[in-house]
């Protein structure tokens, strides 16, 4: 639209404004300001903070794995089991309990978990249990202090920790602990390996049952394996030492076939 005005008339319109105090240029079109607009904006939601992004629990059997596979000798695995934080067991017990014996043994015997006289001494079967498998290897010549590999035996536990109140140690820890227990064997490499009762024969061959296991071959880590009752039950039950009597003449037998 063109204007009407012409300039001499607009430029004095426009000084007579700035004379009022206008100071700022209209716009092009006029507005209404008492219109209501359409559409009255909300205000946004403010956005609640977005939870940290944790990252996944690490697994504790794998964590177990890697540093089990990482080691080269028994003293790597002595450590690295001692540096493994994921096991609860570990901050009630004293001492870490791995092993006791020669470890070029051809025998390594795998227990249950240590009790309250090998959690205090740091050493696998040194309490009543103990003293009694000392007793029964003896009668078959054979003992953990013999120093050739041929007469000694190696001995270690499913779980290097004392379970409080020596309860039975929980499926998760066996599982937990278990890559450490397979390294040990493959460090070792005895020619048998025997389970001493109901647990080791549940952690290492996932069966139990050991009045029927017992005596029987059976095959773990690649070795022939014979379950025989815990000297603890023979404690308990005396009239059960002529099984592991057998067992012991079967274990001599078999070593024998297999030198
Ligand atoms: N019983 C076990 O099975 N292991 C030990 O070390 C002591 C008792």
Not at 77 to 103: I, Y
Not at 116 to 121: G, W
Not at 183 to 208: T, Y
Request: glycine content about 6%.
């Amino acid at each position: 639209m063109e204007s009407a005005l012409d300039y001499h008339t607009a430029f004095a319109l426009l000084d007579w404004q700035v004379d009022l105090g206008a100071t700022e240029a209209m716009l092009d079109a006029p507005l209404n300001r008492y219109e209501i607009p359409e559409k009255v904006e909300t205000p946004k939601p403010v956005a609640a903070p977005e939870a940290p992004v944790t990252a996944p629990k690490a697994d504790p059997v794998e964590i177990a794995r890697k540093a089990a596979a990482a080691c080269k000798d028994l003293d790597g695995l002595q450590q690295a089991m001692a540096a493994f934080e994921h096991c609860a067991l570990k901050r009630g017990a004293r001492n870490l309990v791995f092993a006791d014996g020669n470890p070029a043994a051809r025998v390594m015997i795998i227990g249950e978990a240590p009790g309250r006289d090998e959690d205090r001494i740091g050493k696998p079967f040194v309490g009543r249990a103990g003293q009694l498998l000392d007793r029964m290897f003896d009668a078959i010549d054979m003992g953990r202090a013999a120093p050739l590999s041929a007469q000694s035996i190696y001995i270690t536990n499913v779980l290097p920790w004392r379970p409080p109140q020596n309860r039975d140690p929980k499926p998760e820890e066996i599982e937990m602990l278990k890559p450490f227990l397979q390294r040990h064997v493959e460090i070792v490499a005895p020619d048998v390996i025997i389970l001493m009762g109901n647990i080791s024969c549940q952690a290492v061959l996932g069966r139990k049952g050991i009045t029927r296991l017992r005596g029987n071959w059976q095959e773990s880590f690649g070795k022939p394996t014979l379950p025989m009752f815990h000297p603890a039950y023979l404690l308990r039950q005396p009239h059960a030492k002529r099984e592991a009597w057998a067992d012991l003449l079967s274990l001599q037998a078999k070593l024998r076939d297999l030198a």
